[in-house]
Protein backbone atom coordinates (compact mmCIF):
# COMPACT_ATOMS: atom_id res chain seq x y z
CA UNK A 1 0.00 0.00 0.00
CA UNK A 2 1.48 3.63 -1.02
CA UNK A 3 1.57 6.09 1.67
CA UNK A 4 0.22 9.34 0.05
CA UNK A 5 2.85 11.64 1.83
CA UNK A 6 6.12 9.50 1.05
CA UNK A 7 7.84 10.68 -2.01
CA UNK A 8 8.74 8.45 -4.77
CA UNK A 9 11.16 9.03 -7.89
CA UNK A 10 8.27 9.55 -10.05
CA UNK A 11 6.79 12.11 -7.51
CA UNK A 12 8.97 15.02 -7.72
CA UNK A 13 9.56 17.04 -4.57
CA UNK A 14 6.61 19.87 -4.54
CA UNK A 15 8.32 22.80 -4.41
CA UNK A 16 11.33 22.46 -6.12
CA UNK A 17 11.98 24.44 -9.22
CA UNK A 18 10.83 23.39 -12.91
CA UNK A 19 11.72 24.27 -16.27
CA UNK A 20 8.85 26.76 -17.67
CA UNK A 21 8.17 27.14 -13.63
CA UNK A 22 8.43 30.81 -12.46
CA UNK A 23 11.76 30.91 -10.84
CA UNK A 24 11.27 31.31 -6.59
CA UNK A 25 11.47 34.77 -5.79
CA UNK A 26 14.15 35.71 -2.85
CA UNK A 27 15.89 38.56 -1.74
CA UNK A 28 19.22 37.72 -0.22
CA UNK A 29 22.72 39.53 1.09
CA UNK A 30 25.27 39.54 -2.05
CA UNK A 31 28.91 40.69 -2.40
CA UNK A 32 27.30 43.72 -4.35
CA UNK A 33 24.49 44.26 -1.23
CA UNK A 34 20.89 42.76 -1.00
CA UNK A 35 19.82 41.98 -3.60
CA UNK A 36 16.04 41.13 -4.93
CA UNK A 37 15.61 38.35 -8.21
CA UNK A 38 13.10 40.95 -9.14
CA UNK A 39 16.05 43.02 -9.58
CA UNK A 40 17.48 41.23 -12.57
CA UNK A 41 13.65 41.82 -14.20
CA UNK A 42 13.87 42.32 -18.30
CA UNK A 43 17.11 40.28 -18.88
CA UNK A 44 18.59 36.72 -18.10
CA UNK A 45 19.75 35.39 -15.06
CA UNK A 46 22.02 32.41 -14.51
CA UNK A 47 22.11 31.66 -10.90
CA UNK A 48 24.78 29.35 -10.12
CA UNK A 49 25.86 28.06 -6.75
CA UNK A 50 29.42 26.32 -5.77
CA UNK A 51 30.21 23.95 -3.10
CA UNK A 52 33.14 26.53 -0.70
CA UNK A 53 34.60 29.86 -0.96
CA UNK A 54 38.67 29.51 -1.23
CA UNK A 55 38.21 26.06 -2.46
CA UNK A 56 40.56 25.09 -6.12
CA UNK A 57 37.73 23.83 -8.26
CA UNK A 58 35.36 26.43 -7.25
CA UNK A 59 38.05 29.45 -8.06
CA UNK A 60 39.22 27.85 -11.40
CA UNK A 61 34.96 27.87 -11.83
CA UNK A 62 34.48 31.61 -10.86
CA UNK A 63 37.69 32.85 -13.03
CA UNK A 64 35.77 31.16 -16.16
CA UNK A 65 32.66 32.65 -15.49
CA UNK A 66 34.24 36.21 -14.87
CA UNK A 67 35.98 35.38 -18.27
CA UNK A 68 32.13 34.68 -19.71
CA UNK A 69 30.72 37.56 -18.06
CA UNK A 70 31.15 40.41 -20.62
CA UNK A 71 30.08 37.65 -23.35
CA UNK A 72 27.06 36.91 -21.10
CA UNK A 73 26.03 41.39 -20.99
CA UNK A 74 26.30 40.95 -24.96
CA UNK A 75 23.52 38.87 -24.66
CA UNK A 76 21.35 40.27 -22.17
CA UNK A 77 22.83 38.02 -18.95
CA UNK A 78 23.50 38.60 -15.75
CA UNK A 79 25.23 36.42 -13.24
CA UNK A 80 24.75 35.85 -9.40
CA UNK A 81 26.85 33.42 -7.53
CA UNK A 82 26.10 31.81 -4.45
CA UNK A 83 27.42 29.24 -1.05
CA UNK A 84 26.97 28.94 1.83
CA UNK A 85 29.30 31.17 3.30
CA UNK A 86 29.57 34.59 5.04
CA UNK A 87 29.61 37.66 2.87
CA UNK A 88 33.01 38.17 4.62
CA UNK A 89 34.63 34.71 2.97
CA UNK A 90 32.87 36.13 -0.76
CA UNK A 91 34.86 39.44 -0.44
CA UNK A 92 37.88 37.80 1.32
CA UNK A 93 38.00 35.39 -1.44
CA UNK A 94 36.99 37.74 -4.16
CA UNK A 95 40.05 39.92 -3.39
CA UNK A 96 42.39 36.88 -3.42
CA UNK A 97 41.05 35.64 -6.76
CA UNK A 98 42.32 39.45 -8.31
CA UNK A 99 45.00 39.60 -6.19
CA UNK A 100 46.66 36.06 -7.02
CA UNK A 101 44.94 34.79 -10.00
CA UNK A 102 44.56 38.19 -11.56
CA UNK A 103 40.69 37.95 -12.38
CA UNK A 104 38.19 40.54 -11.19
CA UNK A 105 35.23 38.69 -10.13
CA UNK A 106 32.67 41.75 -11.73
CA UNK A 107 29.38 39.39 -10.63
CA UNK A 108 27.76 39.30 -7.30
CA UNK A 109 27.79 36.26 -5.02
CA UNK A 110 24.93 35.48 -2.38
CA UNK A 111 26.08 34.65 1.33
CA UNK A 112 23.41 32.01 1.99
CA UNK A 113 24.52 30.95 5.46
CA UNK A 114 21.03 29.95 6.33
CA UNK A 115 20.83 27.99 3.37
CA UNK A 116 17.53 29.74 2.51
CA UNK A 117 17.86 30.44 -1.46
CA UNK A 118 19.92 27.10 -1.46
CA UNK A 119 16.99 25.38 0.05
CA UNK A 120 14.68 27.31 -1.98
CA UNK A 121 16.35 26.09 -5.13
CA UNK A 122 17.07 22.79 -4.54
CA UNK A 123 20.66 23.31 -4.39
CA UNK A 124 22.16 21.29 -1.65
CA UNK A 125 22.25 17.23 -2.50
CA UNK A 126 22.28 15.44 0.78
CA UNK A 127 23.46 12.46 -0.63
CA UNK A 128 26.60 14.03 -1.10
CA UNK A 129 26.63 16.90 1.22
CA UNK A 130 24.62 18.55 3.84
CA UNK A 131 26.48 21.80 4.32
CA UNK A 132 27.69 22.45 0.97
CA UNK A 133 25.77 23.23 -2.60
CA UNK A 134 26.43 21.37 -5.53
CA UNK A 135 27.25 23.17 -8.61
CA UNK A 136 23.87 23.93 -9.76
CA UNK A 137 22.95 26.11 -12.56
CA UNK A 138 19.76 27.72 -13.17
CA UNK A 139 19.03 29.93 -16.58
CA UNK A 140 16.64 32.58 -15.61
CA UNK A 141 14.62 34.22 -18.34
CA UNK A 142 13.89 37.86 -18.88
CA UNK A 143 10.66 37.13 -17.41
CA UNK A 144 11.78 34.93 -14.06
CA UNK A 145 10.88 31.78 -15.96
CA UNK A 146 13.21 29.27 -15.31
CA UNK A 147 14.56 27.68 -18.82
CA UNK A 148 16.85 25.25 -18.12
CA UNK A 149 18.49 23.34 -14.81
CA UNK A 150 21.86 22.02 -14.84
CA UNK A 151 23.89 19.76 -11.75
CA UNK A 152 27.04 19.17 -11.51
CA UNK A 153 28.90 16.90 -8.77
CA UNK A 154 31.31 18.28 -6.12
CA UNK A 155 34.59 16.87 -7.86
CA UNK A 156 33.67 18.44 -11.43
CA UNK A 157 34.21 21.79 -12.62
CA UNK A 158 30.99 22.80 -14.85
CA UNK A 159 31.89 23.82 -18.63
CA UNK A 160 31.45 27.32 -19.62
CA UNK A 161 31.08 27.15 -23.10
CA UNK A 162 28.35 25.11 -22.71
CA UNK A 163 26.61 27.56 -20.29
CA UNK A 164 27.09 29.90 -22.86
CA UNK A 165 25.91 27.38 -25.90
CA UNK A 166 22.86 26.76 -23.84
CA UNK A 167 21.89 30.04 -23.14
CA UNK A 168 22.41 31.16 -27.01
CA UNK A 169 20.18 28.13 -28.02
CA UNK A 170 17.73 29.26 -25.65
CA UNK A 171 17.71 33.22 -27.14
CA UNK A 172 17.59 31.52 -30.92
CA UNK A 173 14.69 29.53 -29.91
CA UNK A 174 12.50 32.28 -28.24
CA UNK A 175 13.83 34.76 -31.59
CA UNK A 176 12.94 32.46 -34.03
CA UNK A 177 10.48 29.52 -32.49
CA UNK A 178 12.33 26.97 -33.42
CA UNK A 179 14.28 23.93 -31.71
CA UNK A 180 18.14 23.37 -32.05
CA UNK A 181 19.84 20.35 -33.04
CA UNK A 182 22.51 18.45 -31.07
CA UNK A 183 25.72 19.98 -30.83
CA UNK A 184 24.22 22.82 -32.14
CA UNK A 185 26.52 25.86 -32.13
CA UNK A 186 25.20 29.75 -33.08
CA UNK A 187 25.33 29.64 -37.39
CA UNK A 188 24.36 25.98 -37.23
CA UNK A 189 20.76 25.11 -39.15
CA UNK A 190 17.99 25.07 -36.34
CA UNK A 191 15.41 22.36 -36.35
CA UNK A 192 11.93 24.01 -37.85
CA UNK A 193 9.28 22.42 -35.56
CA UNK A 194 7.16 19.49 -36.73
CA UNK A 195 4.01 20.12 -38.62
CA UNK A 196 0.95 19.83 -36.41
CA UNK A 197 -1.51 19.47 -39.49
CA UNK A 198 -1.77 16.92 -42.74
CA UNK A 199 -2.15 20.82 -44.05
CA UNK A 200 0.31 21.97 -42.81
CA UNK A 201 3.18 19.17 -43.90
CA UNK A 202 2.41 19.61 -47.23
CA UNK A 203 3.06 23.38 -46.85
CA UNK A 204 6.37 22.65 -45.03
CA UNK A 205 6.76 20.11 -48.90
CA UNK A 206 7.13 23.27 -50.73
CA UNK A 207 8.67 26.06 -48.44
CA UNK A 208 12.06 26.19 -50.30
CA UNK A 209 13.98 27.57 -46.89
CA UNK A 210 13.36 24.35 -45.08
CA UNK A 211 15.68 21.50 -46.11
CA UNK A 212 14.15 18.10 -44.91
CA UNK A 213 14.84 14.87 -45.19
CA UNK A 214 11.19 14.46 -44.38
CA UNK A 215 7.84 16.01 -43.34
CA UNK A 216 8.93 16.10 -39.94
CA UNK A 217 13.07 16.30 -39.84
CA UNK A 218 13.36 20.08 -41.56
CA UNK A 219 16.07 22.44 -40.52
CA UNK A 220 16.83 26.35 -42.19
CA UNK A 221 19.19 29.12 -41.47
CA UNK A 222 18.36 31.72 -39.29
CA UNK A 223 20.16 34.94 -38.64
CA UNK B 1 24.90 48.01 2.93
CA UNK B 2 25.90 48.49 -0.88
CA UNK B 3 25.28 52.60 -1.02
CA UNK B 4 25.29 53.63 1.98
CA UNK B 5 27.98 53.33 4.51
CA UNK B 6 27.49 52.89 8.13
CA UNK B 7 28.78 56.24 9.11
CA UNK B 8 26.25 57.64 6.87
CA UNK B 9 28.50 58.59 3.86
CA UNK B 10 27.32 56.84 0.54
CA UNK B 11 29.42 54.85 -1.82
CA UNK B 12 31.19 56.26 -5.38
CA UNK B 13 28.31 54.38 -7.29
CA UNK B 14 25.96 55.84 -4.97
CA UNK B 15 27.36 59.57 -5.02
CA UNK B 16 27.27 58.76 -9.18
CA UNK B 17 23.53 57.54 -9.01
CA UNK B 18 22.44 61.02 -6.89
CA UNK B 19 24.53 62.85 -9.22
CA UNK B 20 22.57 61.89 -12.69
CA UNK B 21 19.07 62.49 -10.29
CA UNK B 22 19.27 66.23 -11.69
CA UNK B 23 16.08 65.61 -13.50
CA UNK B 24 14.09 62.47 -12.52
CA UNK B 25 14.73 59.20 -14.00
CA UNK B 26 13.78 55.76 -14.47
CA UNK B 27 16.17 53.19 -12.90
CA UNK B 28 16.60 51.96 -16.80
CA UNK B 29 17.46 55.74 -17.75
CA UNK B 30 20.21 56.07 -14.77
CA UNK B 31 21.82 52.52 -15.40
CA UNK B 32 22.24 53.86 -19.02
CA UNK B 33 23.63 57.11 -17.79
CA UNK B 34 26.08 55.72 -15.04
CA UNK B 35 26.74 52.38 -17.10
CA UNK B 36 25.76 50.41 -14.03
CA UNK B 37 24.08 47.04 -14.36
CA UNK B 38 19.91 47.07 -13.88
CA UNK B 39 19.89 45.17 -11.03
CA UNK B 40 22.13 47.36 -9.38
CA UNK B 41 20.74 50.43 -9.80
CA UNK B 42 17.12 48.88 -8.48
CA UNK B 43 18.79 47.48 -5.34
CA UNK B 44 20.58 51.01 -4.67
CA UNK B 45 17.57 52.85 -5.41
CA UNK B 46 15.73 50.65 -2.76
CA UNK B 47 18.30 51.32 -0.38
CA UNK B 48 18.94 54.98 -0.88
CA UNK B 49 15.26 55.29 -0.96
CA UNK B 50 15.12 53.62 2.48
CA UNK B 51 17.66 56.30 3.94
CA UNK B 52 15.40 59.05 2.51
CA UNK B 53 18.39 60.08 0.10
CA UNK B 54 15.82 59.27 -3.29
CA UNK B 55 12.11 59.77 -3.87
CA UNK B 56 9.66 58.18 -6.64
CA UNK B 57 6.86 59.16 -8.25
CA UNK B 58 5.29 57.26 -11.03
CA UNK B 59 8.34 55.33 -11.72
CA UNK B 60 10.83 58.20 -11.80
CA UNK B 61 13.55 59.15 -8.92
CA UNK B 62 14.77 62.22 -7.94
CA UNK B 63 17.55 62.92 -5.37
CA UNK B 64 16.28 64.47 -2.19
CA UNK B 65 17.49 67.75 -0.35
CA UNK B 66 19.14 64.51 2.03
CA UNK B 67 20.53 62.98 -0.98
CA UNK B 68 21.44 66.29 -2.75
CA UNK B 69 24.05 67.44 -0.01
CA UNK B 70 25.61 63.48 0.08
CA UNK B 71 26.99 64.15 -3.42
Same mark, same amino acid.
Given at each position: MTDNTTLT %? %??????LPRIGSPAPPFEAVTTHGVLKL????GGWLVLFSH? %???TPVCTTEFIAFAEIHPKLREMNVELLGLSIDSVYSHIAWALNVEE??????TFPIIADLNKEVATLYGMIMPGESKTETSRAVFVIDDKQVIRAIIYYPLSTGRNMDEILRLIQALQTADKHGVATPANWRPGDKVIMPPPKTQEAAEERKKDKSAECKDWYFCKKSVK | MACVNADGTVTPTAKALLRSLETPLGPEAIAAEIGAPLFRVRSSLRELQAAGFVAESGGLFRATEAGRAKI
Open positions: %A %AQPQPGEDFKP %ADFKMGTKI | -
